[in-house]
């Protein structure tokens, strides 16, 4: 169906009412006050007796830009047949009579009319329909129009229509951006999830549509991306708190079920995190390739999952996206925690290989892993590292460190390393010289040294 016919009948409808645009109105609403060929324009139009381009084309040497802006607004009051300024402003285009002024006056009126649908509850069929016709006359906003309905419907809680505009919206084509590098409307309306705080919704956003085969833009699977980094993150911090009141004896211990719940929800988090990634990856664009292996090591890292955290790292490292020498230390402390010393000395290296020397952060991450992870002896051996690269050890890590050597004391080689370590600290004037004693019973002897 050709535009004009379609236009026809809408308006035999009855036409939706529109609103009156600030600045115009008080010219409206004074009809007397026109100037008598604005006047008889306005009536030929409203009798439908012509086309409206019929009509305008005669006229139009006596109708100034202004006349023509003050139809537009005219037929956008309440009551008046707003299809009809749809066809006047396709006339003004066609004939090259659309200035900014009139592009901005019309965007405005649209936006009222959207908004106008969106609150009475209108059948979404309706605003895209209406959107398609603004496309077909050469409506050409600064900004998406799909997404500022989409905003209207999220901002007017009305979040299940927002989800439904969006589907139809790529259902009918009407979704594809020019660039998929770019934002489209589903990474739009991920985002608006996001910022307010529905990280899960805007990933399962994402891995639905995705599901459904409605193939949201690339850009959107890095919007569920950093969601779901955000997600984990706040999920991660949770189970800290919960694990501190514990030891505090606030609350009680996890039971089987609890825990099965925990690592279930982790685990889905991961799983949804290869599902989105898998898709861009597969994809070989190379410009998102790198970030969302970024993400991935941002996700596997607040997970605390240093193998999968380190292999990500190198991928991002060899898809051009360099780490940097935070990621590098987090990375190893994570490993170091779970004992992996190849990864620690991969990682290690890695860091030399950028021409990074060793510094105190670096160590003090390392050192921290180790204590985490209850591997004492190499964090005993790292701070003694640190000492001998001339490195002042935080004073609460000497504190920890010596507490768990001395509480294994018992362990073989531990009394020669808390020795070993506590003359090593004393040299460097971080303790004061330690007493070191020995009693004998069958001799009734004690051995005392000072280190």
């Known amino acids: 169906m050709k535009f004009k016919s379609l236009l026809a009948s809408k308006r035999s409808n009855g036409g939706e009412p529109g609103t009156i645009i600030s600045g115009f109105s008080g010219s409206l609403l004074d009809l007397d006050g026109m100037n008598p060929e604005l006047y008889e324009a306005i009536e030929e139009l409203e009798r439908m007796d012509r086309e409206p381009s019929d009509i305008l084309e005669e006229m139009s040497m006596k109708l100034s830009a202004r006349d023509l802006q003050l139809v537009l607004v005219y037929f956008s009051q309440e009551g008046r047949d707003s299809w009809c300024a749809l066809e006047v402003f396709d006339w003004l285009r066609r004939v090259n009579r659309v200035d900014k002024e009139t592009m901005e006056l019309m965007v405005s009126i649209m936006c009222l009319w959207l908004a106008k649908l969106i609150d009475g509850d209108h059948p979404i069929d309706q605003l895209l329909d209406l959107l398609q016709e603004m496309d077909c006359v050469g409506l050409k906003p600064e900004f998406s129009m799909i997404e500022k309905v989409i905003s209207l419907y999220w901002d007017g809680g009305k979040k299940d229509q927002a ?207 180790y204590l985490k992870g209850g591997h004492f002896v190499d964090a005993s051996n790292t701070l003694m590292n640190m000492l001998n690269k001339g490195f002042r050890p935080e004073n609460v890590d000497i504190a920890v460190v010596l507490q768990r050597l001395r509480k294994s004391i018992h362990d073989p080689g531990n009394v020669e390393l808390y020795l070993k370590l506590c003359k090593r600290l004393s040299e460097a004037d971080l303790i004061v010289p330690c007493l070191v004693y020995l009693y004998v019973p069958e001799l009734k002897l004690w051995i005392m040294k000072i280190l």
């Open 163 to 369: 989800c439904s505009f969006l589907e139809l919206v790529i259902q009918r084509g009407l979704a594809k951006p020019q660039d998929q590098n770019e934002q489209g409307p589903t990474g739009y309306l991920a985002w608006k999830m996001m910022v307010d705080g529905d990280y899960r919704g805007a990933v399962n956003l994402v891995i639905e549509l995705t599901e459904k085969g409605l193939e949201p833009e690339l850009y959107s699977y890095v919007i569920a991306m950093t969601a779901l980094v955000k997600e984990q993150n706040e999920f991660s911090k949770a189970l800290r708190k919960l694990k501190t009141s514990q030891k505090k004896g606030l609350i009680a211990q996890f039971g089987e079920e609890e825990l099965y719940s925990l690592e279930n929800y982790q685990l889905g988090l991961l799983s949804d995190g290869e599902k989105i990634s898998n898709r861009v990856i597969n994809g070989q664009n190379v410009r998102f390739i790198g970030v969302i292996h970024e993400k991935l090591l941002a996700l596997y890292s607040c997970a605390g999952r240093g193998a999968q955290a380190e292999h990500h790292l190198w991928q991002m490292k060899l898809a051009g996206k360099e780490p940097d020498r935070e990621m590098y230390a987090i990375v190893m402390a994570i490993c170091a925690s779970e004992n992996n010393k190849a990864a620690v000395l991969r990682l290690m290296a890695g860091l030399e290989s950028l021409g990074f020397s060793p510094r105190k952060k670096t160590s003090t991450w390392l050192l921290r892993g």
